[in-house]
């Protein structure tokens, strides 16, 4: 199985690399971090670079695409190269995934008409936009389409996708490969849970610092 991990500069790294580890696991994987030109591409801290190693016209019949989200990624919702790869590759994929952001390009490629679909939760309701039903869900699967919430819900989405592909046992095997036993110190990891002036807080900083969708 080939999955083909498309990045950009201003990913967000574990969206990408969250994913990565689970899916690297499977028998026979193959996994292919691919942008509109191979190179390095820096998240968006600035402190780390993935390497592309293929351009996307060497990546054109993946089983599985994995589109991270990240600031970096706004560009691309008007990127007609992109967003015609990706309606391309989705023709022919077993999965189409997206993380955090990620799914408001799967959005401006036209795939989430009519989807049910989930996407970090300051930038949800944003799907309404590409037609789309924002499900307040870590994980959220309509057909061959699974889209995760915010950065860490990759890890949660690529294990559900061997769960669909393999079965229970598999899945279980790689989560305890990876040792995958989340035990935060806080009950706080949405804004369903964390306390209201934390929800503000997070909001107000994403109002100065993160880009909008438009």
């Given at each position: 199985?080939?999955?083909?991990?498309?990045?950009?500069?201003?990913?967000?790294?574990?969206?990408?690399?969250?994913?990565?580890?689970?899916?690297?696991?499977?028998?026979?994987?193959?996994?292919?971090?691919?942008?509109?030109?191979?190179?390095p591409?820096?998240?968006?801290?600035?402190?780390?670079?993935?390497?592309a190693?293929?351009?996307?016209?060497?990546?054109?019949?993946?089983?599985?695409?994995?589109?991270?989200g990240?600031?970096?990624?706004?560009?691309?919702l008007?990127?007609?190269?992109?967003?015609?790869?990706?309606?391309?590759?989705?023709?022919?994929?077993?999965?189409?995934?997206?993380?955090?952001?990620?799914?408001?390009?799967?959005?401006?490629?036209?795939?989430?008409?009519?989807?049910?679909?989930?996407?970090?939760?300051?930038?949800?309701?944003?799907?309404?936009?590409?037609?789309?039903?924002?499900?307040?869900?870590?994980?959220?699967?309509?057909?061959?389409?699974?889209?995760?919430?915010?950065?860490?819900?990759?890890?949660?989405?690529?294990?559900?996708?061997?769960?669909?592909?393999?079965?229970?046992e598999?899945?279980?095997?790689?989560?305890?490969?990876?040792?995958?036993?989340?035990?935060?110190?806080?009950?706080?990891?949405?804004?369903?849970?964390?306390?209201?002036?934390?929800?503000?807080?997070?909001?107000?900083?994403?109002?100065?610092?993160?880009?909008?969708?438009?």
């Open positions: 199985m080939q999955t083909a991990i498309m990045i950009f500069d201003g990913l967000t790294a574990l969206d990408a690399i969250g994913p990565y580890e689970v899916l690297a696991q499977l028998p026979g994987s193959e996994v292919r971090f691919c942008s509109k030109e191979a190179g591409k820096r998240t968006d801290s600035k402190a780390l670079a993935l390497t190693d293929y351009a996307l016209a060497e990546v054109d019949s993946p089983d599985v695409v994995v589109i991270p990240g600031e970096g990624n706004r560009p691309l008007r990127d007609q190269e992109v967003l015609s790869w990706l309606r391309d590759v989705d023709a022919e994929t077993r999965w189409t995934t997206s993380v955090c952001t990620g799914s408001l390009v799967l959005g401006a490629a036209g795939l989430l008409e009519g989807k049910r679909a989930t996407s970090h939760w300051l930038y949800r309701e944003a799907l309404r936009e590409f037609g789309a039903e924002p499900v307040a869900e870590r994980v959220v699967a309509d057909g061959k389409l699974i889209t995760a919430a915010g950065v860490s819900s990759g890890i949660d989405m690529a294990l559900e996708l061997v769960r669909r592909e393999h079965g229970d598999l899945a279980q095997s790689v989560q305890l490969a990876i040792e995958y036993d989340p035990q935060p110190p806080f009950d706080a990891g949405s804004p369903e849970k964390a306390p209201a002036e934390i929800v503000e807080a997070v909001s107000a900083f994403a109002r100065r610092n993160w880009p909008s969708v438009a």
